[in-house]
């Protein structure tokens, strides 16, 4: 199925540091979310984004919902040990079916 | 957001015989929900849509003969795999899509292992 390229991969980041990912696509999106996913769990809804250029955040936590309507960006400042996870943006296709297309994650790890 | 159950959490089955999975939304009536396939330490693939009194939506590629969906009610959808392989274990998510913000709530996921 389609998926949406999540960078970096993977980060290992020192406690306190800022981190940024971003999600592109060649196909506009119009919503964009992000999860956190934690092991052998579920998702978890962090942030919605509904409007191109839209800033949001969430406590430590800022995305942005690119104005191409192609990409998205995460950014996590002041990270702390319960930031580890794998994040995923999700893109809600256009085609008006309402399913949402995932990312293929960034797994963070932060060293304390 | 909705909450929504899932169960079992994890299971172990032989090869050849069928495991049901539940998914309950617990305060929100589901006209939709969604069923994901993770592999580990992979993304998260949609398998089908769960329709409420109508057949499910399969994504390309997804046996729907293999992966039996039901959705009976407002707050149940269940997700039956169906003479199951050692290449059918994974980790099974289903989620619900919550008004107004269209996005999904997840379900804490099923461990299926075929062995």
């Known amino acids: 199925g389609q998926q949406l390229n999540q960078s970096p991969q993977s980060m290992f980041i020192q406690e306190g540091e800022d981190v940024s990912m971003n999600c592109t696509s060649s196909s506009i999106f119009n919503t964009w979310l992000w999860y956190k996913q934690d092991p052998g769990e579920g998702p978890v809804l962090l942030i919605a984004?509904?409007?191109?250029?839209e800033l949001t955040s969430n406590g430590r936590l800022t995305a942005q919902f690119g104005i191409t309507r192609k990409d998205s960006f995460l950014n996590i400042s002041a990270s702390i040990p319960s930031d580890v996870g794998i994040y995923f943006c999700a893109g809600l296709s256009t085609s008006g079916t309402y399913k949402y297309i995932f990312g293929t994650g960034t797994r963070l790890k932060v060293l304390a | 957001g909705a909450v929504v159950s899932q169960h079992p959490s994890w299971v172990i089955c032989k090869s050849g015989t069928s495991v049901k999975i539940e998914c309950r939304s617990l305060d929100f009536q589901a006209t939709t929900m969604f069923w994901y396939r993770q592999f580990p330490k992979k993304s998260l693939m949609l398998m089908a849509t769960?329709?409420?009194?109508?057949?499910?939506?399969?994504e390309q590629g997804v046996e729907k003969d293999k992966f039996l969906i039901n959705h009976a009610s407002l707050t149940l959808s269940t997700l039956t795999v169906t003479s199951a392989h050692p290449e059918d274990s994974s980790f099974y998510i289903c989620?619900?899509?919550?008004?107004?913000?269209?996005?999904?709530?997840f379900g804490s996921g099923t461990r299926l292992t075929v062995v």
């Open positions: 769960s329709n409420e009194g109508s057949k499910a939506t399969y």
């Open positions: 984004l509904y409007k191109a250029g």
């Open positions: 989620s619900v899509r919550d008004h107004p913000s269209y996005g999904y709530t």
